[in-house]
């Protein structure tokens, strides 16, 4: 087992998944991809704006926050936890390559997860990077 899974630590027997394009402003905080828990049920929200760049882009987003959020399941770190950090982040970059991430293991996994899908489809990573104009993958 992962150094960073948590013994004991199981996804639901009846998990849902949800997900939604929405437009950017009704996110949360500024961001392409977002995701949350609610009970059992995993909530993800992608920019509706990216399927405007490309229509796979939605799709990479998508697999990112899903992965990033079962492996935040999986090691024991909270939806708050994690939204502590993403809704306050003022650094460059992502939130989840920050340092001081709670969930920077599971964000990275998730990225490389997102990187290999973009390889094999052919999506240029600079220009799916820039999306829909905002830096922010979480």
């Given at each position: 087992?992962?150094?960073?899974?948590?013994?004991?630590?199981?996804?639901?027997?009846?998990?849902?998944?949800?997900?939604?394009?929405?437009?950017?402003?009704?996110?949360?905080?500024?961001?392409?991809?977002?995701?949350?828990?609610?009970?059992?049920?995993?909530?993800?929200?992608?920019?509706?704006?990216?399927?405007?760049?490309?229509?796979?882009?939605p799709?990479?987003?998508?697999?990112?926050?899903?992965?990033?959020?079962?492996?935040?399941?999986?090691?024991?770190?909270?939806?708050?936890?994690?939204?502590?950090?993403?809704?306050?982040?003022?650094?460059?970059?992502?939130?989840g390559?920050?340092?001081?991430?709670?969930?920077?293991?599971?964000?990275?996994?998730?990225?490389?997860?997102?990187?290999?899908?973009?390889?094999?489809?052919?999506?240029?990573?600079q220009?799916?990077?820039?999306?829909?104009?905002?830096?922010?993958?979480?």
């Amino acid at each position: 087992m992962s150094r960073h899974i948590k013994a004991g630590n199981q996804l639901p027997d009846l998990l849902l998944i949800r997900s939604r394009l929405i437009p950017a402003s009704e996110h949360r905080y500024a961001t392409r991809g977002d995701w949350w828990w609610q009970g059992d049920t995993l909530e993800i929200r992608i920019s509706r704006e990216e399927q405007r760049q490309n229509p796979l882009y939605p799709f990479l987003l998508l697999v990112h926050e899903m992965v990033e959020a079962l492996l935040c399941r999986l090691s024991g770190i909270t939806t708050e936890e994690v939204d502590a950090l993403d809704m306050n982040y003022g650094g460059d970059g992502e939130p989840g390559d920050d340092p001081r991430a709670p969930y920077r293991w599971e964000h990275a996994t998730a990225e490389l997860v997102e990187r290999v899908l973009a390889k094999r489809l052919s999506v240029n990573w600079q220009d799916y990077l820039k999306g829909g104009g905002d830096e922010n993958l979480d």
